[in-house]
């Protein structure tokens, strides 16, 4: 069974620094990767979605990720925080037809 | 694409009383899922429901819950006999097909509340 593992369960960076969320996946099959975003009060918003092809993806809010089998990793990142990119990220792994969720990462951004 | 919507956003309900909890897609999709929250926890796949069956559902999802959709939109899980355990947040989620390379759009969920 797959499943995946967040390391970190708070970020914390300066306005304008890299943000760097770390995901690490098992998976028997090629997997299907997914970043989830949570902004307060709200429902679960896809950031990106890595099924098959380029192993860099490029997903909203200038976020990315890149997947990487030799390390089972799929690493979300953005060069340059913003204020407005305070939330709670989750990464998931597809199996079947359901996600299997991460715990969650909650990131802080200080001014 | 846009999300579903859930009715309650909140609900607050007594130890035993049983609860409805509703995902109103904006279009007409076929493939439904459920997933719930338990505070500080992971996000948690209870079910999935395809053409008014269930295709899977997880160990949590046992004869306390059921899904259905009774009037050919609204999609509905049930949970009867609310358990203190049972709070938490649900998201109600749908896709256009059924495979896992399909997007999952998420409702902004209701939040249960079990006294």
């Known amino acids: 069974a797959q499943s995946v593992t967040q390391l970190g369960s708070h970020v914390s960076v300066s306005e304008g620094a890299l943000v760097l969320l770390r995901c690490n996946y098992s998976?028997?099959?090629?997997?299907?990767l997914f970043w989830y975003v949570q902004y307060p009060n709200q429902g679960l918003q896809l950031l990106l979605k890595?099924?098959?092809?380029?192993?860099l993806v490029k997903g909203i809010n200038g976020f990315e990720a890149e997947f990487k089998k030799s390390e089972t990793s799929f690493h979300l990142t953005k060069p340059s925080a913003h204020m407005s990119d305070a939330a709670e990220y989750f990464c998931?792994?597809?199996?079947?037809?359901?996600?299997?969720f991460g715990q969650g990462t909650e990131l802080s951004v200080k001014p | 694409e846009p999300e579903v919507t859930q009715t309650p956003s909140h609900q607050v309900t007594q130890m035993g009383q049983e609860v409805i909890l509703r995902c109103v897609p904006i279009s007409n999709h076929l493939y439904f899922y459920w997933y719930r929250q338990i505070l500080g926890q992971k996000v948690e796949f209870l079910v999935s429901?395809?053409?008014?069956?269930?295709?899977?559902k997880s160990e949590i999802f046992d004869d306390q819950f059921s899904v259905e959709r009774p009037d050919g939109s609204n999609f509905t899980l049930k949970i009867r006999s609310t358990k203190l355990e049972d709070s938490a947040m649900y998201f109600c989620?749908?896709?256009?097909?059924?495979?896992?390379?399909?997007?999952?759009?998420f409702g902004p969920g209701t939040r249960l509340l079990v006294l």
């Open positions: 429901f395809y053409n008014n069956e269930i295709s899977e």
């Open positions: 890595y099924t098959t092809g380029a192993t």
């Open positions: 998976s028997s099959v090629p997997p299907y």
């Open positions: 998931a792994v597809g199996q079947g037809g359901k996600l299997i």
């Open positions: 989620a749908r896709t256009s097909g059924g495979t896992i390379q399909e997007t999952q759009y």
